[in-house]
């Protein structure tokens, strides 16, 4: 079975998965990991590959698919969860070649409570654990006592870029699984622990 995973920034895909793998036998597929781990294996796709993040250019198409069949060729779990990919129509045609979309979950998240989410995120400056404002408003790390500090990119001006960017290449993709009878849409707006039982409830 395979499953994509669409969803804005802060509507709690990260969460999500985490949630799942305790619950679910399935292989992970995130492109971003993906490149990560080419590049650490010092094949040739893996040097060229670095080249390109290197100097800020976007990794082509054609090298994400690559990653992406390699990946699904050494799969033997049961289920595949594709995270934060497919991310265009590109992507989408590229990935019904390689294998077929079973389930598109979709985690709705209107836009001001995504950035409400994305504002509220802290990360620690010492160990990166992810917690909140309205959980630690002393800004220290529970977990090491560091600095909590907001994401660089986590400007209301980035997200709000980033966002744009996000409706324009994936709510195509939305539109598409829903026309082949696939899509799943889950209010996002719920506790984790809702969610991953409506999402269970799909799956199973
Ligand atoms: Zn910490």
């Not at 250019?57 to 994400?64: F, H, R, S, T, W």
């Not at 790390?141 to 966002?163: H, Q, Y």
Request: charged share 30%.
């Amino acid at each position: 079975m395979n499953i994509v995973l669409l969803g804005i920034q802060g509507s709690g895909k990260g969460t999500l998965v985490q949630d799942l793998s305790k619950h679910l036998d399935f292989s992970l597929v995130s492109v971003g990991a993906l490149l990560r781990e080419e590049i650490a294996t010092g094949s040739q796709l893996g040097k060229l590959i670095k080249s390109k993040t290197d100097k800020g250019e976007l990794v082509d198409i054609k090298i994400v698919i690559e990653t992406v069949k390699k990946k699904l060729s050494e799969n033997k779990k049961p289920i595949v969860i594709f995270d934060g990919f497919p991310r265009s129509k590109e992507q989408a045609d590229e990935l019904d070649k390689i294998c077929n979309v079973d389930l598109a979950i979709y985690l709705n998240l209107k836009k001001d409570d995504a950035i409400k989410r994305i504002m509220n995120r802290l990360t620690c400056s010492k160990c990166g654990n992810i917690t909140t404002r309205t959980n630690c408003p002393d800004m220290i790390c529970p977990i090491c006592k560091g600095k909590l500090t907001v994401r660089s990119d986590d400007t209301p001006e980035a997200v709000n870029k980033r966002f744009e960017q996000y409706e324009l290449e994936t709510y195509p993709l939305i539109e598409r699984y829903k026309k082949r009878g696939v899509l799943v849409e889950i209010d996002a707006s719920k506790t984790p622990n809702e969610v991953l039982k409506a999402v269970m409830k799909v799956i199973k």
